[in-house]
């Protein structure tokens, strides 16, 4: 006759507890609640970044001469907004409070910790996590530092024959005094 062990683990399905892969939860661009991996917040922001610069040129080309300069700032509100609630949905993915993106944005350089820090691998205490990075994702993830590089050029570009300017006059200046 068989009896069962008084010692072995219960054999009852819990509903919260299941050995399925875990789910990954829905992005919502404009909502400071879920979590975002570190590729695509830097796809977010460049994204977001090139749109606002695109949308602040036409703008800047239309309503300067009728209203002024003040209408292009009404265009960066709304990415400041958003690169803020990005900024608060990455803090979630490494388990921190949304309060600590402030670091981010008042301490010159502590930003980068959201830019090589890894997030959770599974559920934390914001959600589950974010879904695989998807082709359109990694492609604007991996454009960011081609267009980093590319305003460090522009404003090479015209800081050098500045800078080139100002010590010629330097020693215009120098060789014209006694």
């Known amino acids: 006759m068989a009896t069962s ?14 050995a399925e892969a875990e789910s990954f939860q829905e992005i919502k661009l404009w ?5 975002i991996g570190r590729l695509r917040y830097l796809a977010y922001t460049t994204a977001a970044t090139l749109i606002t610069v695109l949308a602040g040129g036409i703008v800047a080309a239309v309503l300067i ?7 292009v700032t009404i265009i960066y509100a709304p990415l400041a907004i958003f690169s803020i609630l990005t900024l608060i949905k990455r803090s979630h993915d490494m388990n921190w409070s ?16 959201w830019f090589f820090k890894s997030g959770s691998e599974s559920t934390n205490d914001y959600g589950a996590p974010p879904p695989p990075n998807s ?8 454009l960011f530092p081609v267009v980093l590089i590319a ?26 005094t006694p």
């Open 31 to 35: 909502s400071a609640q879920g979590r």
């Open 65 to 71: 001469p009728m209203i002024g300069p003040s209408s």
């Open 135 to 142: 082709t359109a994702v990694k492609v604007l993830g991996f």
């Open 5 to 18: 062990n008084p010692y072995s683990p219960p054999k009852s399905e819990v509903g919260d507890v299941t």
């Open 151 to 176: 305003l460090i050029g522009i404003m090479a570009a015209i800081a050098i024959p500045a800078y080139q300017k100002y010590v010629e006059r330097a020693h215009q200046a120098q060789h014209q």
């Open 98 to 113: 949304g309060w600590t993106c402030l670091i981010a944005m008042f301490i010159p350089f502590a930003g980068l910790i």
